[in-house]
DNA sequence: TTTGGTGCTACATAATGTGTAGCATTTTTG
DNA sequence: CAAAAATGCTACACATTATGTAGCACCAAA
C-alpha cells in the first residue's frame, strides 16, 4: 500500500492512480458494457488488466456487474463520474494555455 | 503512450494515473515545499519518483519552482486541486457506504 | 454442428517504480 | 571562518506492475 494510510481521501488517491482505472471509470460513463468491449473502449488492453481492474473496482463498490447489462457503474460510480465531469471541461483549457506556452517557449 | 490519443481528457487521465503524480498535487494544495518536504509529505517516497514526476508535472504547467518558495502548484494547478475538492467530500461518503456493505457481508 | 461471441486465465516479456547510497552545492551555526 | 546540516538531485541494482499473445470453457445463433 503506497500510502500507507486509511484516510479515505488517500485510498482513494490510491485507487485512480492505478493504471486504467480513471480510463474505466470514464468510458463506463454513459452505458453499461460487455467486458470484451470495455477492453475495446480502452484502446484494446489486455484481457488481464481489465479483469483485474474490475474486480478491484468492485470491491471499491463503484463497479457492478449485471447479468442483462454487463459491467456498469454503480450509484457511488455514478456519483464519481459526475464530479469528474468539471474536469473534463478543465482538460481542455490546460491543454489549450498547455499548447500556447508550448508555442511561446518555442520562439 | 498508453491512450494513444490527443484528446485532452486522455491525456490528462494518463498525467493523474501515473503513480503519485495525484498525490503530489494533493499534498501541495495547501503550501509550496522543498524537495525534502514534498518527498516527506509523501510519505518518504524515493527521490528519483519525486524528481521525476515533479518535471512531469513542470511541463505538463501544473506545477512550478519558485526559488523562493520551493515548488508550488501553478494557476492551472491550483484550477485542478479546486476541482478535486469535492472528490475529497466524496471519498469520505465513499468510505462509509463501502465500509457498512462490506461489514453486511461479513454478517 | 460449426461459427462466433462471451468472460476469463496463463505465462513470458517489457515497462515502471523502489530503496539505498551518496555527491555537489548552499545555508546555517558555533 | 570552519564545521555541520540541509538542500536538490543522480546512479543503479532490485522488485513490482503492466503488456501481449495464445487459448480455454461456455453459451447462443445459424
Redesign the interface.
Known sequence: M????NR??????DL????????IL?ELRQSPSTFRELQARC?D?SPTMINKRVKELHQ???LEKSPERGYCLSE?GD??VE??A???L??????D??NS?DAKEDQ
Open positions: 503506497p500510502n500507507s494510510s479515505p481521501i488517500m485510498q482513494l488517491i485512480l492512480s492505478k493504471k486504467w482505472v480513471l480510463r470514464w484502446g488492453i471499491a463498490r463503484l457511488l456519483e464519481f464530479l469528474f468539471p474536469i473534463y478543465f482538460s481542455e483549457r490546460w491543454s494555455v498547455k506556452l
